[in-house]
Nanobody
Framework: QVQLVESGGGLVQPGGSLRLSCAAS????????MAWYRQAPGKQRELVAS???????NYAGSVKGRFTISRDNPKRTVYLQMNRLEPDDTAVYYC?????????WGQGTQVTVSS
């Protein structure tokens, strides 16, 4: 089993920045792709960014140029640096980690962008 603990969410004004972290622990042999998703009220969960085991990244068009995903393999942690935040970025953000042939989800962390 893999446990994921997220941190870093909160309330921020438009134009501000936040950094999310997600640390994996438990019975882990190899961690594959790591990703961040988000779900706004009344909307489906969507992929925000992903990073492969070798560091290749992929971003949703709405966040490209503003968000940066990174990973620290020895620490089994994935990060999401969010800059120039907009009210439409308000959502619960979830990390997802692929290991041992399946994906695991974090508990989610709320990000609210409001003045």
């Amino acid at each position: 089993q893999v446990q994921l603990v997220e941190s870093g969410g909160g309330l921020v004004q438009p134009g501000g920045s936040l950094r999310l972290s997600c640390a994996a622990s438990g019975s882990i042999f190899i961690i594959g792709a790591m990703a961040w998703y988000r779900q706004a009220p009344g909307k489906q969960r969507e992929l925000v960014a992903s990073i492969g085991i070798s560091g290749g990244t992929n971003y949703a068009g709405s966040v490209k140029g503003r968000f940066t995903i990174s990973r620290d393999n020895p620490k089994r942690t994935v990060y999401l640096q969010m800059n120039r935040l907009e009210p439409d970025d308000t959502a619960v953000y979830y990390c997802n980690v692929y290991s041992g042939g399946r994906g695991y989800w974090g508990q989610g962390t709320q990000v609210t962008v409001s003045s």
